[in-house]
């Protein structure tokens, strides 16, 4: 059975609700799927990319679950598959989600049962502009600026990652969903993102899709123990259900390790 046609948004960009079963999927008019949400688990992430975003939460300066970051910002909210994900798993958690289409908030208020309340606050704004007004507010950044025209290219840009470097606590964790078609797109993300994080960045490939995501960290060591790394994905795949521990592996196959650890120095990617 075809899925049905909930909505439709004419945009720009254009919009597209459906629905088969639980099941509910935000598109684009070009059949770009940006959300997917189960409503009957709806903490459940069930496009690789969000859970390849997710990923941050390995990276944060203490254990996530004995002290998950207080206050995130999620740029690009689409129907909030990561809002419904982080506030079921960690509800200490404080979200300022971001969206510059007012028609995808509309959606995600709508038809994906967003977990608006004092945990979550949504604001309808351009997602440079609210990092231009923020300094050091946050503990985790996650940013997913797909559109229907693809990524916008000033999310690649140095200008876009300095923003939201001063929008960071020290400790804090930023992660970026980049979608590139060769390794000459995937050389650029990442010389662009070490050098305004210092070299602290680390990549992760989506198998099979072309998104990149990009973990950077304003501050902190130049190495992480990846048995450390794997203690946590143990934990937080018991809590979550996400294999964890397979994109710790993906992590350790995809930039430098030396003697156990992931190292992070600007000229320290595999390129």
Known sequence: MAPKLLWR?????????????????????????????DLAAPQRLELPYTRALAAALLLVRDAPLAAPPRSVLLLGLGGGALAHFLLHHFPPMRIHAVDSSADVIEAARRYFELPEGPALRVEHADARETLERTRSAHDLM?????????????????????????????????AVNFWVDDAGEFLEVMRSARDVFDGRVLALEVPGFRNLVAFALPAGPRRIALAELR?????????????????????????????????????????
């Open 9 to 37: 948004a004419p945009g720009p960009p254009p919009i597209v609700v459906l629905a088969e079963q639980s099941r509910r999927t935000l598109a684009f008019g070009n059949g770009t799927v940006q959300t997917c949400v």
């Open 142 to 174: 996650l940013v997913d600026l797909f559109d229907a025209s693809g990524l916008p290219p000033w999310v690649r840009g140095q200008a876009f990652l300095r923003s939201a470097r001063d929008a960071m606590r020290p400790g804090a964790v930023l």
């Open 231 to 271: 203690r946590r994905a143990h934990a937080l795949a018991a809590r979550t259900g996400i294999d964890f521990q397979a994109i710790v592996a993906s992590l350790a196959d995809s930039n430098l390790v030396e003697a156990g650890d992931l190292v992070l120095v600007a000229d320290g990617a595999r390129e």
